[in-house]
């Protein structure tokens, strides 16, 4: 069973940087496809980052050029460096891990995770 610990999460002003720590533990060997998710009160969770088996990335529209998405394979841990940040960057983020190696284009809809971490607050004043 995946277990995945988000942190890193706090408050800072518009313009910040924070990154975002996600520590997996019950790896299989060819790894999984991870992403970083948001949600905010009364809205639906969406996608922010994924990063497949092989490294590649992909983005949400909004965070894209500030955001950047990473893995360390050795220490089975996610990254996600968040630059710029924006007040609208307010959110609960997690981190979540699909037993797909690989997504398809609409990688950003929740269903195609299987796991999901608690959740780390980011709050970004202006």
């Known amino acids: 069973q995946v277990q995945l610990v988000e942190s890193g999460g706090g408050s800072v002003q518009a313009g910040g940087s924070l990154r975002l720590t996600c520590a997996q533990s019950g790896y299989r060997d060819r790894g999984y496809c991870m992403g970083w998710f948001r949600q905010t009160p009364g809205k639906e969770r969406e996608g922010v980052a994924h990063i497949d088996v092989d490294g590649d990335t992909r983005y949400a529209t909004s965070v894209k050029g500030r955001f950047t998405v990473s893995k360390d394979n050795a220490k089975n841990t996610l990254y996600l460096d968040m630059n710029s940040l924006r007040p609208e960057d307010t959110a609960m983020y997690y981190c979540?891990?699909?037993?797909?190696?690989?997504?398809?284009?609409?990688?950003?809809?929740?269903?195609?995770?299987?796991?999901w971490g608690q959740g780390t607050q980011v709050t970004v004043s202006s």
């Open positions: 979540a891990a699909s037993d797909f190696e690989r997504l398809p284009l609409n990688w950003y809809e929740p269903r195609f995770f299987n796991h």
